[in-house]
């Protein structure tokens, strides 16, 4: 009976948007926030550094590790991983994670939509392609 319970409490959670499979962002919305992005950066087959470097690959990389890409002292040197998290913190308020860093982009204040970028760029790998 108690996981029984267990697992109606669970399932009544996700049908009501406040469960974990429901925390994820929407990467076609994502794609739309990504366009505020583009003036800087290059997502997708062929993107190159541009005035921010590409975002191919993001989530899981090391912070001022893409090839080519002149960046700040402070970003090369943070130490950051892209997590989600991290990456939540950061496209929420960039200079007050990265005190230094060379982007201008003042943050996002939506939670929704910091979810629906990261749910964008998770679609593609290192090489560009959408996995």
């Known amino acids: 009976m108690r996981r029984f319970t267990s697992i109606a409490a669970a399932l009544v959670m996700v049908a009501s948007g406040t469960g974990a499979a429901m925390a994820a962002g929407d990467p ?18 062929g993107a190159k550094n541009a005035i921010g470097p590409e975002q191919n690959g993001l989530v899981g990389r090391k912070a001022g590790s893409v ?19 991290n990456l939540k913190k950061y496209l929420h308020d960039p200079k007050a994670m990265i005190p230094g ?15 629906d970028l990261i749910a964008y760029v998770k679609q593609f790998g290192p090489d560009g392609k959408k996995q």
Do not use: P, R
Request: hydrophobic residues 35%.
């Open 28 to 45: 076609e919305a994502g794609a739309k926030v990504f366009l505020v992005c583009k003036t800087c950066h290059q997502i997708g087959e």
């Open 67 to 85: 090839a080519g890409y002149n960046y700040s002292e402070a970003n090369k040197s943070s130490g950051i991983t892209w997590t989600e998290e």
């Open 101 to 115: 860093t060379k982007m201008v982009f003042a943050g996002l204040k939506d939670d929704q939509k910091i979810d």
